[in-house]
């Protein structure tokens, strides 16, 4: 039996994942970290669909490497701000008319990581 220790026992380490770029996105392919600055936002509109009823808001942003597409569902809409240095952290990468696209999803997360 392996000796533990007791603090370790039942935490869960949060797995960090290494920066991706938007010169590396693929269509239909999972987002685990990108960095933007968000360049643009588009006006909200009212989405009604089978799996999602709110607000919505196209965006844009760019790294070093790129511009991209980026859509804000609900609450982001009013958190994010022009300028904003964020985090898409489990994301999802899709094609949206020739042009790729990235959005939290059901399951990913925003974050603001600078003003």
Not at 21 to 36: A, H, S, T
Not at 68 to 90: A, F, H, K
């Given at each position: 039996m392996e000796n533990r220790p007791s603090s370790r026992?039942?935490?869960?380490?949060?797995?960090?994942?290494?920066?991706e770029?938007?010169?590396?996105?693929?269509?239909?392919?999972?987002?685990?970290?990108?960095?933007?600055v968000i360049l643009?936002?588009?006006?909200?509109r009212i989405i009604h669909s089978k799996r999602y009823n709110g607000p919505l808001a196209a965006s844009c942003g760019r790294d070093e490497?790129?511009?991209?597409?980026?859509?804000?569902?609900?609450?982001?809409?009013?958190?994010?701000?022009?300028?904003?240095?964020?985090?898409?952290?489990?994301g999802w990468c899709s094609l949206r008319d020739g042009e790729l696209v990235v959005s939290t999803g059901l399951s990913g997360k925003i974050t603001?990581?600078?003003?």
């Open positions: 026992k039942f935490r869960r380490e949060k797995k960090q994942f290494r920066r770029f938007v010169k590396d996105l693929q269509p239909n392919r999972v987002v685990n970290r990108l960095e933007l643009r936002i588009y006006p909200r490497t790129g511009l991209v597409g980026l859509v804000l569902w609900g609450e982001q809409i009013d958190r994010i701000r022009i300028g904003d240095v964020i985090r898409i952290e489990s603001v990581i600078d003003r």
